[in-house]
T-cell receptor, first 116, second 111 residues
């Protein structure tokens, strides 16, 4: 595709509900990253995929967070039993080969999650 | 633990002036990235600096990297309103897949 796309662009949910956030990376990019950005803050790394595998899940804040990637393309970030502190912008990025290549990451527009 | 600190965190300046944003990091790295974020938008890559002494320029922005000092600078020359945005630096290392991000510098350029 022309760029990284994410859906939904905005999500409002009630505390305790599960949400799924989707990322569609640039076609041909093998590396995919999820970040979280709270209001006025920098980015917090969540998870990184190389192909369908996740070499680094260390950034996931709790076991309520999980992510998968299928077919080396689309990724889904799932947050179970959402809490108000989960409210943030969730950003997805992709790169051609991976972080060891010191590549530019291309970011999607983000999903703005609000947990009431 | 790798830490990245930017300063200032907020900068308001007049058009036509010059200024520098600083990015310090706490461990050995020779890869540093600068990104721009407009309000309500996602991040856009500006520069990738991959070696000591690297300097890159694009328009009124110039970035440099001093790996010995663990410092990168983003210099703005003759600022214009369109450069108003939040600027982030990020660092990674050979042993860490993660990009570690600074908190960002919010730049407001007044006409």
């Amino acid at each position: 595709g022309a760029g990284v796309s994410q859906s939904p662009s905005n999500k409002v949910t009630e505390k305790g509900k599960d949400v799924e956030l989707r990322c569609d990376p640039i076609s041909g990019h093998t590396a995919l990253y999820w970040y979280r950005q709270s209001l006025g803050q920098g980015l917090e790394f969540l998870i990184y995929f190389q192909g369908n595998s996740a070499p680094d899940k260390s950034g996931l804040p709790s076991d309520r967070f999980s992510a998968e990637r299928t077919g080396g393309s689309v990724s889904t970030l799932t947050i179970q039993r959402t809490q108000q502190e989960d409210s943030a912008v969730y950003l997805c990025a992709s790169s051609l080969e991976g972080p060891s290549r010191a590549e530019t990451q291309y970011f999607g527009p983000g999903t703005r999650l609000l947990v009431l | 633990e790798l830490k990245v600190e930017q300063n200032p965190l907020f900068l308001s300046m007049q058009e036509g002036k010059n200024y520098t944003i600083y990015c310090n990091y706490s461990t050995t790295s020779d890869r540093l990235y600068w990104y721009r974020q407009d309000p309500g938008k996602s991040l856009e890559s500006l520069f990738v600096l991959l070696s000591n002494g690297a300097v890159k320029q694009e328009g009124r922005l110039m970035a440099s990297l001093d790996t010995k000092a663990r410092l990168s600078t983003l210099h703005i020359t003759a600022a214009v309103h369109d450069l108003s945005a939040t600027y982030f630096c990020a660092v990674d290392t050979d042993s860490n897949y993660q990009l570690i991000w600074g908190a960002g510098t919010k730049l407001i350029i007044k006409p």
